[in-house]
């Protein structure tokens, strides 16, 4: 008798002691309705026992589908889930590069094996492969943070998680050149006095003054398209200057 009753499984949706504790509430309800009805009309009880068996069959059957699709969605969705991280951890433009304790490489994603001519590297020393990226990982793996390193060619985000020996890389050289472009293209304001002006010039004639603004105007002119600079005169002793702003 044990072992009969070890082989019935309950529907799935009974599993959940709520629903359980609910279902069983609901029928004992029913079979105190039909009971007091048996004694009133007993037609009436045997039409309420069927129509509690039909229900009762019904609703096991609709609860027992939706189950099964509930779990068949979480479980294809979990796959997905899985599937996309998988695919993004292969895919996604950043370098990842897992290495044991003594730097060799136990792993790394296409994307950054393309800096390397996508050579075969898993097992080989990294100090051996690339003793640059060896030194960066190196001098990095203790602060945990985000920096900014140069690579070769290519300027780097990366993060090393000594814990677990990963590097993060991501070339942000594209981005870098924009923002050094960007910043040497800032406008700067500038204004140039002639120290003593007035004093230097009180004593001397018209024409004398006339080639000593000349010349101060062509010397600053000549300096000024020497550097790319826009030079405009606005008074008799005071000029500006708007140029860019170069590293």
């Known amino acids: 008798m044990k072992n009969l009753i070890a082989r019935i499984k309950l529907p799935a949706f009974l599993e959940d002691l709520r629903l359980r504790y609910i279902s069983i509430v609901m029928v004992l309800l029913t079979l105190a309705g039909i009971t007091v009805g048996f004694f009133i009309r007993p037609w009436l009880a045997l039409v309420l026992l069927l129509l509690l068996v039909g229900i009762m069959v019904t609703s096991f059957y609709e609860l027992e589908t939706i189950t099964k699709n509930t779990n068949q969605y979480i479980s294809d969705l979990s796959y997905r889930i899985k599937r996309g991280e ?27 094996q393309q800096y390397f001519d996508n050579t075969e590297l898993l097992g080989k020393p990294l100090d051996v492969i690339d003793a640059e990226l060896a030194d960066l990982i190196k001098s990095n793996q203790d602060t945990g943070e985000t920096k900014i390193v140069h690579w070769g060619e290519h300027q780097f985000e990366i993060i090393v998680q000594k814990s677990i020996g990963v590097v993060y890389l991501m070339d942000v050289t594209r981005y870098a050149a924009i923002e050094e472009k960007a910043e040497e293209e800032r406008l700067a304001i500038g204004q140039i006095f002639l120290d003593n002006y007035d004093e230097i010039t009180q004593s001397l004639d018209d024409q004398v003054v006339s080639n000593l603004n000349n010349y101060v105007t062509n010397q600053l002119t000549d300096w000024a398209n020497q550097f790319g600079m826009f030079l405009k005169r606005v008074d008799d002793d005071h000029f500006i200057v708007i140029a860019y702003v170069r590293a």
Not at 86 to 106: C, F, H, R, T
Request: hydrophobic share 50%; charged share 20%.
């Open 86 to 112: 998988q695919e993004a951890l292969i895919k996604m433009p950043v370098g990842i590069l897992i290495y044991d304790k003594s730097l060799n490489i136990e792993w790394m994603n296409p994307y950054l």
